[in-house]
């Protein structure tokens, strides 16, 4: 019997001890960069969604190393954040002890998994070497003008003591807003905060979605996430004042049917006219949430402000009503009412009897011989994105409107109010002036004392000593803010290619870019789909950045991307609040590396959610033991060849290598084993076949592999010194055609059928 434990250690040892994954690359073999989303080392260590996440990446790089590929596969640590600093605080410990123990208690479960990392390339984000180039970053950013301290309203956290961005924040099932870690309540505060100016990046970010091999669905999560819409700014004079209304509109060829002017709550226009029913309207519309009142299905809700606004081409005058759907976050807080194009205007205006005009039908336009704009006709045969564009020109060339390009997106927050953070090379004097730090890396001090103030200042305000620096005889404050958990991964696969035992090659040299122009982008990059805005976009966003000022010598990171699935436990994904978390590590002493790897990829398609299954995992052992048994039990001769089954081991080589080129490894291994079940009808089975099928097992599998490479094949280096296995094409004759059922003359059914089958037969199977 197969004895995995003794096994998997063995190869273990001989692995580690022959540096058999130490990475050095072969400049005459073409590159192949496979990456994983990094892993914050939390404390309860890998559970098998990690293992669904890593083992695709680690199958792959196998493949195409056998391939003749110099392949780079290489992890790290995500180890800054706040839930270091929570456990911190909870168990009255400093984060860097636990952080290392954590990160110790993953590197061991990694190597039980086999896979094929290199220790040397391994990067952890709280290394000084490591933050001294995300330090140095910041700088750049800072003297390109993308960085800058602003005064704003920001996502406050009281519970977690420290500011969050927006895509930080969510709406719980009652409309608040609260944490995305640990659900606690959110409120607005204004606050001086360092911004990332990523806005500024914005076209780009969509723009160049197009040179990357990623789905469908994840470039349109981007898109939606920016949020792009072009349209205009359409002023709207008021009637006897000087005031101005300027309303963004995403749809300015609809400038003919504008019913009336909705306007936000805290408009400006509606702050100046003011009044006690106006008062208690407002009231009520502010003891809602936001999706009470923005919802499509939410009562619309609104009051006249009894003045009016001039239509800017017709002269017609409009009212201007306080609508409680119309946000001040989007546009300039105000709309064109347009029920005739708009389901939500129509049902304003039907319930406030306001006046329905047509988009283009009204026969009192007085354009008769002016632009073409204005002919209705002319418009309603345009198609919409030219309607828009002559619009636009018309109103530029009236001086009644322009070009306006609106982003969901936002600038981003990138201050912490916390401890375990990269530091802010900033410091300022007596008059705020900034002075930037050069001698990097500026080291994060160390202290006990990490507790939120809970007035909004960072735990290192409390460090005297650290914040006061004299230079030159002048007094400077440092910046006591940290930067978020997401600045380390905004680089860290560049980081990879420059770690160099325990020192990294300058991010601005010569040579950083000449591996650069080697290595980028990313050929593939394997990670949950949770990450498909917020890091995506941030890690994009600085690798532009630096493209932009020459460190880097291509537009995007990463080349082509996988979201793999989940792994659900009783239907719900697996988390240690939930309890239902599956340790591998109780697997591997249980069944087996192998047996886990083999199952995590038989389950189904990579990109699928699926659930965990105790009756799976015991069958995939199963099968490693039925592997192991087919060695044992037959004899295995060079020259020793058999027609049929040569027949079936060049089909099974062509199957294998198609389905792994397009990550099809369910498929890969259901072909494995029709291949062992073949094998074991013959009491000799051909040397070169059942290398073939151990090389196409090892990517999987690789410590049984090794086991049979050396004791059954008797071969005294490693299996992954081979080459990928190739299949002859004439050898392989079809088994089975074809066949379309007809009738009246449409094809109902397609039967597959043996070669050589007699008429008779088929019409038995009809």
Known sequence: MYNHNLVEKKWRKIWKDSRLYTFKDDLNKPKFYALDMFPYPSGAGLHVGHVKSYTPTDVYSRFKRFQGYSVLHPIGWDAFG?????????????????????????KIQIEQLGFSFDSNKEVDTTDPQFYKWTQWIFIKLYEKGLAEIKNIDVNWCPELGTVLANEEVLTDDKGNKVSERGGFPVVKKPMKQWVLKITKYADKLIDDLDLVNWSNGLK??????????????????????????????????????????????????????????IEKFLNKINSLKEYERTSINSEK?????????????????????????????????????????????????????????NILKDKELPFEGDAKLINSDFLNNLETSKAIEESIKYFEEKKIGKKQVNFKLKDWLFSRQRYWGEPFPVLFDENGKILIEKNLPLLLPKTNDIKPSGDGKSPLANLVDWVNVKIDGKLYKRETNTMPQWAGSCWYFLAYLLKDGDKYIDLDSKEAFEIFKRWMPVDIYIGGQEHAVLHLLYSRFWYKFLYDIKIVPNKEPFHEIINQGMILNNGEKMSKSKGNVVNPSDIVVSHGADALRLYMMFMGPITASLPWEESGIDGMYKWVQRVYRLFESKEIIKDFNNLELEKKYHNFIKKATSFMQ??????????????????????????????????????????????????????????TKNEWPKYDESKIIEDKIKLPIQINGKIREILEIEKGIKEQEIYKLV
């Open 662 to 719: 397009v990550f099809d490894f369910n498929l890969v291994i259901s072909e494995m084993m029709i291949f062992i079940n073949e094998c074991y009808k013959y009491d000799f089975l051909n040397y070169e076949y059942m290398l073939g099928f151990i090389i196409v097992l090892s990517c999987f599998a690789p410590f049984i592999s090794e086991e049979i490479n050396e004791v059954f094949l008797k071969n005294k280096t490693s299996i």
């Open 220 to 277: 349109s999560i981007q898109k939606k996430w920016i949020g792009k819409s072009v349209g205009a700014i359409v002023k709207f004079k008021v009637e006897n004042s000087n005031d101005e209304i300027e309303v963004f509109t995403s749809r300015p060829d609809t400038i003919f049917g504008v019913s009336f002017i909705g306007l936000s709550i805290d408009h400006d226009l509606v702050k100046k006219n003011k009044n006690s029913e």
């Open 301 to 357: 809700e609104g009051i006249n402000l009894k003045i009016n606004a001039i239509h800017p081409i017709t002269n017609k005058k409009i009212p201007i009503y306080v609508c409680n759907y119309v946000l001040s976050n989007y546009g300039n807080g105000a709309i064109m009412g347009v029920p005739a194009g708009d389901k939500r205007d129509f049902d304003f205006a039907k319930k406030y009897n306001i006046e329905i005009i």
């Open 82 to 106: 706040l839930p270091a600093e929570q456990f911190a605080l909870a168990t009255k410990n400093h984060p860097s002890s636990f952080t290392k123990k954590n990160i110790d208690n993953f």
